[in-house]
């Protein structure tokens, strides 16, 4: 089975611009969820999508939002881009979301703004 | 409040010797499951290893075993046999089942360096 997919790898942008990255999950897994590491926060939780529903939502201003595909694809978007958006953003997915799933993570896109 | 803590510094490791990275977490959910993962300077996340809080046998995969002490919140990773590819950051983390949540709480990481 293909692994996750993140594109586009690495992105470029200046503040106040806004980005989407995409996410496309191991196949048949339905749950995506997407997290921010920055080397200050570390991993931070942003959401997970289920079915084309935000099922959980981590403390992140409303400039970052989400939304998943019918084939389960999901895309991130962020508004109004600041300096401190600059990170690693990754991508897991799970079969279902339970507790004891593992996620499993794409490569990353590596956003930085300017 | 923080709920998984690595507070190991940078370690560096001979090849081909054990290393432990210690994890203790804090949660009052009594079902809970613990993962590690590694992640080289590419970026990727890998995952290792995985362990339920109602296992009751230590979880193990291959050279990668983890030290489940439950009265302590204690999930420590063993590293057996050090290879020049372990050198990474590994990172601790938890989820909850309570509430349907789906987020896994990450330690800050570990840094390994696996010298020759």
């Known amino acids: 089975k293909a692994g996750v997919t993140q594109t586009p790898r690495y992105l470029i942008k200046t503040r106040g611009q806004q980005v989407t990255l995409s996410c496309s999950p191991i196949?048949?897994?339905?749950?995506v969820s997407w997290y921010q590491q920055t080397p200050g926060q570390g991993l931070q939780f942003l959401f997970e999508y289920f079915s084309e529903t935000q099922r959980n939502k981590g403390n992140f201003p409303g400039r970052f939002s989400g939304r998943q595909f019918s084939n389960s694809r999901s895309e991130m978007n962020v508004s109004t881009l600041e300096l401190g958006d600059s990170a690693l953003y990754l991508c897991?997915?799970?079969?279902?979301?339970?507790?004891?799933?593992?996620?499993?993570f794409g490569p990353g896109t590596r956003l930085l703004v300017l | 409040a923080q709920k998984i803590t690595q507070t190991q510094p940078g370690m560096f490791v001979q090849e081909k010797e054990a290393v432990t990275l210690d994890c203790t977490y804090d949660?009052?959910?009594?079902?809970?499951?613990l993962f590690w993962y590694k992640q080289p300077s590419s970026g990727e996340m890998i995952f290792l290893i995985y362990?339920?809080?109602?296992?009751?046998q230590n979880a193990t995969e291959g050279r990668y075993s983890l030290n489940f002490q439950k009265a302590r919140k204690s999930a420590n990773l063993v590293i057996s046999a050090s290879q020049l590819g372990d050198s990474a950051m590994y990172f601790c983390?938890?989820?909850?089942?309570?509430?349907?949540?789906?987020?896994?709480?990450f330690g800050k990481g570990n840094q390994v360096v696996v010298i020759p």
């Open positions: 897991a997915s799970s079969p279902s979301g339970g507790a004891s799933e593992t996620q499993y």
């Open positions: 949660t009052s959910d009594p079902s809970y499951g």
């Open positions: 983390a938890m989820r909850e089942s309570w509430g349907g949540n789906n987020r896994l709480a």
């Open positions: 362990q339920g809080s109602y296992d009751q």
């Open positions: 196949s048949g897994h339905r749950s």
